[in-house]
Nanobody, 122 residues
Framework: QVQLVESGGGAVQGIGSMRLSCTAS????????MGWFRQAPGKERERVAV????????FYGDSMRGRFTISQDSTKNTVFLEMNGLNPEDTAMYYC???????????????WGQGTQVTVPS
């Protein structure tokens, strides 16, 4: 089993930037990729950004590319999501996910964190 603990989130202040972190524990050797997904009320969960542990391949959701940056600290089993240019449409529950396979879609994710709310005031 793998446990994921997220930190960060809340109401965005000021210039519309925020950083999220997710740390994995447990059987982390089974994790091939980690990333962030989000779900707004009444909408399906969507991929935000994912990163593969070997090779550092990175994939972003279309509306996040150029605004969000995902990175990882493999020694600490932690991934980071730096979000800039946040707007009200980015308001959602953000979930950390991990998989021993691929992370292309929410359906491929094996392990989920509890989620952290990000709110961007209009």
């Amino acid at each position: 089993q793998v446990q994921l603990v997220e930190s960060g989130g809340g109401a965005v202040q000021g210039i519309g930037s925020m950083r999220l972190s997710c740390t994995a524990s447990g059987n982390t050797s089974a994790v091939r990729c980690m990333g962030w997904f989000r779900q707004a009320p009444g909408k399906e969960r969507e991929r935000v950004a994912v990163i593969y542990r070997k090779g550092d391949s990175i994939f972003y959701g279309d509306s996040m590319r150029g605004r969000f940056t995902i990175s990882q600290d493999s020694t600490k089993n932690t991934v980071f999501l730096e979000m800039n240019g946040l707007n009200p449409e980015d308001t959602a529950m953000y979930y950390c996910g991990a998989s021993g396979g691929h992370c292309s879609t929410p359906q491929a994710i094996t392990y989920w964190g509890q989620g952290t709310q990000v709110t961007v005031p209009s």
